[in-house]
Nanobody, 124 residues
């Protein structure tokens, strides 16, 4: 059974940091490209960060560049999102997603597998 399980969401004050993790099981993790998306209340889900299967390439939304870092550990089948200098506008449900490569990393329609999400709340 395919599973992506996120953890690490919490409530923090602006300027703080959080580390989100996604544990992947049930299929071959190595070939999968991984991404983090987020969805705030009343807004569409948006791509936050992306990492290729071999971790050679990463992509970030402009709104998080320089503050967020995506990484992966293929030995442990995990992907991590380190979030620093958090802002109230980062408040959202954060989702881990996986796909077998392709273009247009920000298009959620290209992702086959999704986690249930973890809530991040940033207060001012």
């Amino acid at each position: 059974q395919v599973q992506l399980v996120e953890s690490g969401g919490d409530s923090v004050q602006a300027g703080g940091s959080l580390r989100l993790s996604c544990a992947v099981s049930g299929f071959r993790y190595g070939p999968l490209a991984m991404a983090w998306f987020r969805q705030a209340p009343g807004k569409e889900r948006e791509g936050v960060a992306y990492i290729t299967h071999d971790a050679v390439s990463t992509n970030y939304a402009d709104s998080v560049k320089g503050r967020f870092t995506i990484s992966r550990d293929n030995a442990k089948n995990t992907v991590t999102l380190q979030m620093n200098s958090l802002k109230p506008e980062d408040t959202a449900m954060y989702y881990c997603a996986a796909r077998y490569g392709g273009d247009n990393w920000e298009n959620e329609g290209f992702y086959r597998y999704w986690g249930q999400g973890t809530q991040v709340t940033v207060s001012s």
